[in-house]
């Protein structure tokens, strides 16, 4: 077994206490590649925002479970050598057995969210409760889920939202004894975030969608006070690198995601961490589609996935500056 604090990392409790106090959220950054995470932490240590590496079950699978353990411990030093040591929690997201989640604790991770909430309530609670049991042994922070969110992202996928009940709110923290609840808001996985037809449009004719359910986030908070709240599927779809995708050769219809105010001031309530995951996607994928286009002669991969690497960067410069309000924060 790995314990995180040999691989220089941190577990979340001190980052969310910090972040409720100060008024702003913690970047939750999915990566599955080298480029990935070099740009999440140059960001980072750029605008000196702490940081959560967060590594899907399919990343795992993907990029393989040790070279990603290895990867995160990487992070750590790439960050000294930039100048800056960042405070880094390395996260597994949307982990779905006490398996998963037990070989992550088991491989250095220093947080993992168990995500019980596709079953019945009870059977949720136990399954947490049981990760809860396991992790807190090695001082690992565990992130428990009420409430479906709908959209495909990686393996997770829902056809429609359930809103989170507030009423159960208090008995699963108390039952499970979890570190920080993610809620069902409004927000949705993947870049198809909303069906037109749910949208208004604002004066220019752009699609605006339907605001995030903040009543339910207030009701939540006056029954868990001081508890963090997590925000997953909070990519804003930003329709320039929408533009782009689809100018050179891409086909996305209707990617609509969540507005950037909106998720400024989730950042400044008990919503401690924001995950974003499909808006890297789309700038990296925006920079290589224009590169490639532009420069067909190209075969080698660092002259295109160096531009790629270098869109996430300041993508995510701008989320930790003027979205999240964690730079300045490390």
Do not use: W
Request: aromatic share 8%; glycine share 8%; net charge negative.
């Amino acid at each position: 077994m790995i314990n995180y604090k040999d691989l220089g990392l941190v577990n979340t409790r001190e980052m969310f206490k910090k972040a409720m106090e100060g008024g702003y959220a913690i970047p939750a950054y999915n990566f599955n590649n080298m480029e990935q995470l070099q740009a999440i932490v140059a960001a980072c240590v750029e605008t000196k925002s702490p940081v959560i590496l967060q590594v899907s079950k399919g990343a795992r699978n993907y990029a393989n479970k040790t070279i990603l353990r290895y990867m995160a411990e990487g992070a750590v030093k790439y960050a000294e050598e930039l100048g800056y040591k960042i405070p880094i929690a390395l996260h597994l997201d949307h982990g779905d057995s006490f398996e998963l989640c037990k070989d992550a604790i088991d491989m250095g991770f220093s947080s993992v969210m168990i995500d019980g909430s596709h079953l019945p309530y009870d059977e949720n609670v136990a399954l947490t409760k049981k990760v809860v049991d396991y992790a807190h042994q090695f001082d690992v922070t565990v992130e428990g889920e009420l409430g479906v969110l709908a959209g495909i992202e990686d393996e997770v996928s829902a056809e429609k939202s359930t809103y989170t009940k507030p009423e159960e709110v208090e008995d699963f923290v108390s039952k499970t004894g979890v570190d920080s609840l993610a809620i069902s808001i409004g927000t949705s996985h993947g870049a198809n975030k909303f069906k037109p037809e749910m949208c208004t449009r604002d004066e220019n004719g752009v699609l605006v969608p339907p605001p995030l359910r903040f009543d339910i986030l207030e009701e939540v908070e006056k029954r868990l006070p001081g508890f963090p709240i997590v925000l997953h599927g909070s990519s804003s779809v930003p329709q320039d690198l929408v533009k782009i995708i689809n100018q050179y050769g891409g086909n996305l219809k209707d990617a609509i995601g969540i507005p950037e105010d909106q998720l400024r001031k989730a950042a400044k309530s008990a919503v401690c961490k924001i995950n974003i995951d499909s808006d890297g996607r789309l700038a990296m994928t925006a920079a290589i589609r224009k590169y490639l286009a532009e420069h067909p002669e190209v075969f080698d991969p660092r002259k295109y996935l160096g531009p790629a690497r270098e869109a996430l960067k300041e993508l995510y410069k701008h989320k930790n500056i003027n979205v999240l309000g964690s730079a300045g924060k490390a």
